[in-house]
């Protein structure tokens, strides 16, 4: 279909990661089957196609990490590595039969709502346009790389890679390499460097709470096992959600007997494998646990405590032309520094422009307060613009079950703009402001707020907390679950043979 010559469709879903995929489900399951998914890449899967870093896996259980309706009796672990992810992503695609409606190479620049027509209008890294009904922003937060800007680092003769722009051709044997940050993607590259470099450097500013990683390998009796028993797969699934609830709703309120018990089971950890007074001292975090993501390996601890590694408990704050030098003023020669330093997850979306009903950018209306949307998918001035993962809903755990429920709660906001006739839907200022409100209290009483630590889920490290859901799943499931036309507000009249009767 065309509109001014300009091809139109209902639904735009804007990338094909565990949301797009998610989304492109729910639609078909209520019915709308006028969509297409747009692709920045010339192929799917979003961060598990972009992180190919040494070592790159979930550190979330696989039967929990994948798509209810698309559950796997096909991982080689209970936490799958990152080709394997790739290839589940590809599989459900081909599963859905949505690879014809995936336009790739084509990333989304600029959405403009006209209010006349109740559609958006989109500006495409191709040049072309598409004019669309409702647009589901599925481009997630974990995808700009924050890449610090040191001095020096144009001077520095050897090579500098972030985690997730690895390149193919990067071989880290027998070089000396720095690797600064001490997040979920260091965990697994620096047992990688130790294992084939000749020395490595680790620049931990702040020291994580790193768990102890219950690793199972799944041979193939396993997992034929799986094949003819898929309600193997549900229990397992079922037992991670319940662990996860449980440690989110305690992190959510300060529950001081799961906080000192995951305590204690990090320092038995750590102690296990560190046996160096001062190591031990830099490897201690400064904040209660869960303040800063927790991450679960074996093999980080045992690799800090190599001879070939060592450690800095002070950030890295320039380079030299062969190496790096600290905060304190230490030096260290490398020929390789890798920046594991994470995402801009703060500054959610800034790569798209969305200019809503206002004539104001969605950039302009978060620039007071930070990111805030209705149950982390609506934002108030923003018709028919339902986003993902948006601010306020990675709750510890899966973001599948995240991802899930924002999927149905938007299908089902697509079916209530119908029921009532109308061409848009959007939150009521009101109801944004009571929603941030209660949000607002929710996170002051939690770890997230008042576990004494900086962390990218908040604004500048110590700000507002737009990242985190301040509570579990499942109470964010619930919250969800409840579509309150009151408030809601609906724009429009619709076409005659798109009421729903």
């Not at 297409?36 to 070592?55: C, F, I, M, Q, S």
Request: charge should be negative.
């Amino acid at each position: 279909m065309t509109a001014g010559g300009i091809r139109a469709v209902e639904t735009v879903i804007a990338g094909v990661g565990f949301s797009g995929l998610s989304a492109a489900h729910e639609l078909l399951a209520h019915g709308r089957d006028d969509f297409l998914l747009l692709e920045k890449a010339e192929e799917a899967g979003g961060v598990w196609r972009d992180n190919v870093y040494p070592n790159a896996a979930c550190d979330v259980p696989a039967h929990l990490y994948s798509l209810s309706f698309a559950q796997s009796p096909e991982w080689s672990s209970n936490y799958a590595l990152q080709a394997e992810i790739l290839d589940y992503n590809n599989r459900v695609i081909d599963d859905l039969g949505i690879r014809d409606r995936i336009l790739f190479s084509t990333a989304l620049e600029r959405a403009v709502w006209n209010g006349e027509r109740g559609r958006w209008l989109l500006e495409l890294s191709t040049g072309e346009s598409l004019e669309c009904r409702f647009l589901v922003s599925a481009l997630g937060t974990l995808n700009q790389p924050l890449v610090p800007e040191l001095p020096g680092m144009h001077d520095f003769a050897g090579r500098i890679v972030h985690t997730a722009e690895w390149p193919a051709d990067l071989d880290l044997s027998g070089q000396r390499v720095a690797v600064i940050g001490a997040g979920a993607s260091a965990i697994q590259v620096v047992p990688h460097a130790v294992d084939v470099a000749a020395s490595v450097l680790v620049s931990i500013r702040t020291a994580p709470h790193v768990m102890p990683k219950p690793e199972a390998l799944y041979d193939e009796k396993a997992k034929q096992h799986f094949r003819e028993h898929p309600e193997a797969l549900l229990a397992l699934r079922k037992e991670q959600y319940d662990y996860w609830n449980h440690s989110t709703h305690a992190q959510a309120v300060m529950d001081e007997e799961f906080l000192a018990n995951a305590e204690r089971v990090w320092r038995e950890h750590m102690e296990s494998a560190i046996s160096d007074p001062e190591l031990r001292r830099v490897l201690t975090p400064d904040s209660r646990f869960g303040c800063r993501r927790p991450v679960v390996s074996n093999a980080f601890y045992p690799a800090l405590a190599s001879p070939k590694t060592t450690v800095f408990d002070s950030a890295i704050t320039r380079l030299t032309r062969d190496g790096v030098v600290s905060e304190r003023g230490q030096v260290w020669q490398a020929d390789v520094v890798v920046l594991a330093t994470g995402f801009r997850a703060t500054e959610m979306l800034s790569h798209v422009e969305f200019v809503g009903a206002g004539g104001w950018t969605l950039e302009e209306e978060w620039a007071d307060g930070g990111p805030q949307a209705y149950k982390g998918t609506l934002v108030k001035g923003f018709p028919n613009l339902f986003l993902i993962t948006g601010p306020n809903t990675q709750a510890s755990g899966s973001i599948i079950g995240v991802i899930e429920a924002q999927t149905d709660f938007v299908a089902r906001l697509m079916d209530d703009a119908d029921a009532h006739g109308a061409q848009s839907v959007a939150v009521t200022p009101a109801a944004q402001a009571a929603f941030d409100e209660e949000l607002s209290s929710m996170m002051s009483r939690s770890v997230w707020e008042i576990g004494g630590c900086e962390s990218w889920y908040r604004i500048g490290g110590s700000g507002r907390v737009v990242t985190k859901w301040p509570g579990s799943l499942d109470e964010f499931e619930r919250v969800l679950a409840r579509l309150d036309d009151v408030d809601l507000a609906f724009g429009g009249a619709l076409e005659p043979e798109r009421v729903v009767v």
